[in-house]
């Protein structure tokens, strides 16, 4: 089994999301290095959007945890920056399960985790509940 180190992950996810632009026909332009608060800019709903890739690993109990903000320090996780403004979407990717979905940054708001299903809690809890195939991008690109 190979161990991935997480810039390998992070790769594995901007590599999806950047397959899943494309096959919909969407232009995805990609900064130069690793310095921007963002991965990609990608043209749809009548403007340049700029998005962050965030890619989870393993699902918890049928649900993947994302983390909205960046850190100075990786192994710390100290000073943590939320993207606000500087990302107009975040593409969630989850590894273990090839799922991926799109949400806006005005939907997350000020989270600094977002959960997203790919199986119903064993609660039956129904409210305020994300599923990957609520924010699939042919169903948020098709609404668009």
């Known amino acids: 089994m190979v161990v ?3 810039k390998d992950i992070g790769n594995i996810g901007e590599s999806a999301a950047l397959y899943e632009f494309i096959k919909h026909g969407i232009p995805v332009c990609l900064p130069w290095g690793d310095n921007l608060r963002y991965d990609m800019v990608a043209e749809f709903n009548g403007k340049l959007n ?9 699902p918890n109990n049928g649900a993947y945890c994302f983390r ?10 100290k000073k943590c920056l939320k993207y606000g403004l500087d990302v107009d979407y975040f593409v969630f990717y989850a ?3 090839s799922k991926i979905a799109i ?3 005005e939907e997350i708001g000020n989270n ?3 959960t997203i299903r790919i199986s119903p809690p064993k609660n039956n809890q129904k409210n305020k ?7 699939s991008f042919d169903k948020i690109l098709n609404h668009m």
């Open 4 to 6: 991935l180190n997480s």
């Open 50 to 58: 700029k998005i962050q890739v965030k890619t989870s690993e393993k």
């Open 68 to 77: 909205t903000e960046s850190s100075y320090n990786h192994t710390t996780n």
């Open 95 to 97: 590894l273990e399960d």
């Open 103 to 105: 949400i806006s940054t």
């Open 112 to 114: 600094s985790v977002v």
């Open 129 to 135: 509940i994300r599923y990957f195939e609520d924010y």
